[in-house]
């Protein structure tokens, strides 16, 4: 679960998977080139279907102890709502690490890919009940959801 105190060590991990795993595309997009209109496409913003988000394609970045940052690909795998106006949102990201959002996130960007039906990640790809090389989407909500803090 990343937690803003566990960036640090998130990253490093995420990092080494990126290494093991070479054939994940690695996002060519800096904030920068986002901020021009590179890369993937505008940032998630809050929308009255937000549920439609479920199986979209995404990029989160994370910044480095040095103030680098890089983009990593996820899926949105789950919607969960809430009794606040904010509903969260569950990626995974592609080497099997997982992290729950809200909107707006400014972290967060789509990738302008298709929707997809299964997750494929590093996780799911090797559970059980996965079909076809990943798990159904939407994820069922587990009983009491981590939340990033």
Known sequence: MPLRSNKPVLLAALVRARAAAPDVPRPAAA???AAAGGGGEALIAPTDGVEKLVGQRVEAVWEDKDG???????????H???NSEHDRLLMHFDDGMDEIITLP??????TGEAVVARCKCARCAVRPEAEDGGCTLPLPQPARPRRRS
């Open 31 to 33: 904030p920068a080139a």
């Open 68 to 78: 680098s940052t890089d983009w990593f690909p996820a899926t949105i795998v789950a």
């Open 105 to 110: 996130d400014d972290t967060v960007r789509l």
């Open 80 to 82: 969960w709502p809430t």
